[in-house]
């Protein structure tokens, strides 16, 4: 794989995670907050869900919880705890925690990031209003 097509690959890994992974699980979770599974994992959740407050909260929280696992898990791989080679449909493959530069948790959550690019399920982006100050000479 040539380092040119680096890029692309983490870009198409990104896409693919957040649709295929990401946006799976929080509607899969959505489903069992709106009692649509009769599996044991929906009857615990309607039983831990009575009432519409709990569920209300956990609607808010399952993107959050969502996301933060997909940051853990890329996290891992920015610092070689988990390696992964990402294999494109067009058979190219890639070391993600040799091209991805160790940014990826960063891609995923920062302000314009994959999530801005490939969610299609709803997230809360809390870094759209943060900016930084490089100016070192400011009081």
């Not at 794989?1 to 990401?22: C, T, Y």
């Not at 649509?36 to 399952?62: C, P, Q, V, Y």
């Not at 705890?81 to 530069?101: E, F, N, Q, W």
Request: proline share 2%.
């Amino acid at each position: 794989m040539s380092p040119e097509h680096s890029p692309d690959l983490v870009k198409e890994f990104a896409s693919d995670i957040i649709r295929n992974v990401r946006d799976r699980a929080v509607r899969n979770c959505d489903m069992l907050v709106v009692r649509k599974s009769t599996s044991m994992i929906g009857e615990r959740w309607d039983m831990a869900l009575k009432n519409a407050t709990a569920r209300e909260a956990l609607t808010t929280l399952l993107p959050d919880i969502v996301d933060e696992t997909i940051f853990a898990l890329l996290d891992a791989i920015d610092n070689g705890v988990l390696r992964l080679t990402y294999a494109s449909s067009a058979g190219d493959s890639i070391d993600l925690t040799d091209s991805a530069l160790g940014e990826m948790a960063g891609w995923f959550m920062g302000n314009d990031g994959w999530r801005n690019h490939y969610c299609q399920e709803r997230f809360f982006d809390d870094s759209r209003n943060f900016t930084i100050d490089f100016d070192l000479d400011s009081d």
